[in-house]
């Protein structure tokens, strides 16, 4: 799976919009995008993946690059209990299936 | 709809024991998988499991690890003679087929 590379932290306001960018330069064509978020010490939750066009659903949108070298995961109104790890992860979906590399993420910290 | 579920949510064991973790897929999952997040590190594979089969181990320590996913029941992490350096969270995931994964809230393992 190509690697995926995320700043390690940001800061965003609550009730703005939060965007954490995300690079994959080495992804290749049947290679997903997915995102997942840990909440302090509980289990990642998926929030979205896409391959290349850009997706949305009620906890977040992706937007992927016409290059799908990077791409942008966006959260229109950021709350304080969006206060999490943000992992981005680059998957190819075999017959086998696939596990989950997960990198260092970016530590999203919502401020009041 | 229950998500993942695993238990104990907490266990306790002194050098030598066993641990024994379970893992419930959500309804209609096949498709188990079960990571380890080491205190401050970022979460690893393990092994993927399809009910009576395993998938991929690559991820799985050599000795004193075993995993399994019966036909009926949950799927059971196994850890022989534990010691300290196997306290740890471990997580189970499961997928419908080749999908997103989802993840339940973990196993939290303290070898004193």
């Known amino acids: 799976d190509a690697k995926t590379t995320q700043p390690p932290s940001m800061d965003c306001a609550e009730g703005r919009a939060a965007n954490l960018p995300c690079n994959h330069s080495?992804?290749?064509?049947?290679?997903?995008v997915y995102w997942y978020r840990q909440i302090h010490s509980q289990g990642p939750q998926y929030i979205i993946h896409?391959?290349?066009n850009n997706e949305t659903n009620e906890m977040a949108s992706l937007i992927i690059t016409e290059d799908r070298k990077s791409s942008t995961l966006i959260l229109p109104h950021a709350t304080l209990r969006d206060t999490a790890v943000y992992y981005c992860?680059?998957?190819?979906?075999?017959?086998?299936?696939?596990?989950?590399?997960f990198g260092g993420g970016t530590r999203v910290l919502v401020k009041p | 709809n229950a998500g993942v579920m695993q238990n104990p949510r907490h266990l306790v064991r002194r050098r030598g024991q066993e641990a024994r973790l379970r893992c419930s897929p959500m309804?209609?999952?096949?498709?188990v998988y079960w990571y380890r997040q080491l205190p401050e590190e970022g979460l690893k594979f393990m092994v993927y499991?399809?009910?009576?089969?395993?998938?991929?181990e690559s991820g799985m320590p050599k000795e004193r690890f075993s995993a399994e996913f019966p036909k009926e029941g949950p799927s059971i992490l196994r850890i022989q003679q534990v010691v300290r350096g196997d306290s740890a969270a471990y997580f189970c995931?499961?997928?419908?087929?080749?999908?997103?994964?989802?993840f339940g809230p973990g196993t939290r393992l303290t070898v004193t």
């Open positions: 995931a499961s997928s419908p087929v080749l999908n997103e994964q989802y």
């Open positions: 080495t992804i290749s064509g049947n290679e997903y």
């Open positions: 896409g391959l290349k």
């Open positions: 992860i680059v998957r190819g979906v075999k017959a086998a299936g696939n596990k989950l590399t």
């Open positions: 309804k209609g999952h096949s498709h």
């Open positions: 499991l399809q009910k009576e089969n395993i998938i991929d």
